[in-house]
T-cell receptor, first 119, second 112 residues
Framework: GAVVSQHPSWVICKSGTSVKIECRSL??????MFWYRQFPKQSLMLMAT?????????EQGVEKDKFLINHASLTLSTLTVTSAHPEDSSFYIC???????????????FGDGTRLSIL | KNQVEQSPQSLIILEGKNCTLQCNYTVSPFSNLRWYKQDTGRGPVSLTI?????NTKSNGRYTATLDADTKQSSLHITASQLSDSASYIC???????????FGGGTRLMVKP
C-alpha cells in the first residue's frame, strides 16, 4: 500500500530555533501534499496545501512566513517552522495524494506525524 | 458551511463487546466518506471509504454504513480488542476539490 514517511517523528528544541519536517511519499508520486496540525484530543486542522513546483496555499490564519513549505519534487515536501516558540508545540501531520485519478476520489495517505516540543 | 459531527466524543467498552460510532455531515456536494483510525501519536490510517451509491463497507471487524439521504454514517466494531483503542475519525470529501472536512473524532478505549 501507499506509504508516506515523515521525519523526524519527535523533536525537542529551544525557543527561537527553526525546525524542518520532511514528508516523503515512498512508493508513489504526489503532486499534492497537505500539512495538518493537531492539538491534544482534537482533530486535524489543515494548515496548507503543497503543490509540486508551485507556491503552497495556506489556510486562513496560518502565517506563511512562519510555516515555510517547499515541495520541490513529486515525492518530497518540507515544512519549516521558523523561529519556533512554545505555542508552536503541536503534532504536525502530512499527507500525500497520488498523481492519477479524480482528485476527490484519490485517498490521502497520512504520515505518522511529528511531535514538536518547543522549550 | 461544511461540517462533520461525530458522537460520542469518547467511549469505554469491555474487550469482546461491540460498539457503534456515529457521524453526521453536511458536506455538499458529497463525494465520499472515509473512516480513519488514529492511534495515539500516529497518523490516521484509512479503514473504509464509501461513495454516494454504497450503503455498507466492511474491513475485517469494522463495518461502515452510509445513508446519503439522511447524511449519516456509522462505524460498527465487532468483538472489540484492546488494540482497537484509538481515535476514530470520520472524514468527508466534497466533489472536485482538495477539501476534506474532518470530524472531531471518537476516542475509544477498550478495557480488559
Amino acid at each position: 500500500g501507499a506509504v508516506v514517511s515523515q521525519h523526524p517523528s519527535w523533536v525537542i528544541c529551544k525557543s527561537g530555533t527553526s525546525v524542518k519536517i520532511e514528508c516523503r511519499s515512498l512508493d508513489f508520486q504526489a503532486t499534492t501534499m497537505f500539512w495538518y496540525r493537531q492539538f491534544p484530543k482534537q482533530s486535524l486542522m489543515l494548515m496548507a496545501t503543497s503543490n509540486e513546483g508551485s507556491k503552497a496555499t495556506y489556510e486562513q490564519g496560518v502565517e506563511k512566513d512562519k510555516f515555510l513549505i517547499n515541495h520541490a519534487s513529486l515525492t518530497l515536501s518540507t515544512l519549516t517552522v521558523t523561529s519556533a516558540h512554545p505555542e508552536d508545540s503541536s503534532f504536525y501531520i502530512c499527507s500525500a495524494r497520488a498523481v492519477q485519478g479524480s482528485r476527490s476520489n484519490q485517498p490521502q495517505h497520512f504520515g505518522d506525524g511529528t511531535r514538536l516540543s518547543i522549550l | 458551511k461544511n461540517q462533520v459531527e461525530q458522537s460520542p466524543q469518547s467511549l469505554i467498552i469491555l474487550e469482546g463487546k461491540n460498539c457503534t460510532l456515529q457521524c453526521n455531515y453536511t458536506v455538499s456536494p458529497f463525494s465520499n466518506l472515509r473512516w480513519y483510525k488514529q492511534d495515539t501519536g500516529r497518523g490516521p490510517v484509512s479503514l473504509t471509504i464509501m461513495t454516494f451509491s454504497e450503503n455498507t463497507k466492511s474491513n475485517g471487524r469494522y463495518t461502515a454504513t452510509l445513508d446519503a439521504d439522511t447524511k449519516q454514517s456509522s462505524l460498527h466494531i465487532t468483538a472489540s480488542q484492546l488494540s482497537d483503542s484509538a481515535s476514530y475519525i470520520c472524514v468527508v470529501s466534497a466533489q472536485a476539490g482538495n477539501m476534506l472536512t474532518f470530524g472531531g473524532g471518537t476516542r475509544l478505549m477498550v478495557k480488559p
